[in-house]
Structure formats: structure tokens, C-alpha cells
């Protein structure tokens, strides 16, 4: 059993930073595959980025390569999610996930547990 944390959303203008943070518990964290994934109002679950077990191995959705950056702390059972040149249509609740198997995944099926989410909005 993994329970999910999600931090350090907010509201940013255009061009700004944001890194999100997402706390775990449990004593297997090391074991799980991570990732982010956001949903605006009235679009569906969206993958944004994964990073393996190892965090040797990330996933990035096209939309963010280049300006987010995904990174784990295994001893501290925590993830980070720097954003950089935030742009308005990054407006979202994020979330984290945890997928028992190790390797990333695109699709919310692959995980396992879910955090509830952290709202990011950017201003124009």
C-alpha cells in the first residue's frame, strides 16, 4: 500500500516556475514507477511524465518536453516535478501516481495509487 502527497501547486503568470512535490509512504517506494499526469475542467486524465524505479528511465508527454523535469529521492520517498516556462494551457489539477510494476507508463491504468491533487494555474 502506497499513500500519495501532492505540494506546491499554486498560481504562477506565464513564464514562470513551479515544482510540484509528491511525498509517499510506505517502504516500498523505491520499487514503484511514478509519474505525473494532470486534468483540466472538462478534458479527461492526461499523462504529463513517469520516471522508473531507478529513475535511471523518464517518459515525457510532447507537451512538456523541454520545460518540466522529473526527479525522485528514494531515500525520502519523494518526487519532484520542476516546471519552467509555464504556459496558460498548463492549468490544472496534478496529479501523482504509483505503479507497482516499476517500469513508466503513459496511461492512468498503468498505476496503482493515486495522490489528490494539486491545482496549477497560469495566468496570461
Known amino acids: 500500500q502506497v499513500q500519495l502527497v501532492e505540494s506546491g501547486g499554486g498560481l504562477v503568470q506565464a513564464g514562470g516556475s513551479l515544482r510540484l512535490s509528491c511525498a509517499a509512504s510506505g517502504r516500498t517506494f523505491s520499487s514503484y514507477a511514478m509519474g505525473w499526469f494532470r486534468q483540466a475542467p472538462g478534458k479527461e486524465r492526461e499523462f504529463v511524465v513517469a520516471?522508473?524505479?531507478?529513475?535511471?528511465?523518464?517518459d515525457y508527454a510532447d507537451s512538456v518536453k523541454g520545460r518540466f523535469t522529473i526527479s525522485r529521492d528514494n531515500a525520502n520517498n519523494t518526487m519532484y516535478l520542476q516546471m519552467n516556462s509555464l504556459k496558460p494551457e498548463d492549468t490544472a489539477v496534478y496529479y501523482c501516481?504509483?505503479?507497482?510494476?516499476?517500469?513508466?507508463?503513459?496511461?492512468?491504468?498503468?498505476?496503482?495509487?493515486w495522490g489528490q491533487g494539486t491545482q496549477v494555474t497560469v495566468s496570461s
Open positions: 501516481a504509483a505503479a507497482g510494476r516499476g517500469y513508466t507508463g503513459s496511461h492512468p491504468g498503468d498505476y496503482d495509487y
Open positions: 520516471i522508473s524505479w531507478s529513475g535511471i528511465s523518464t
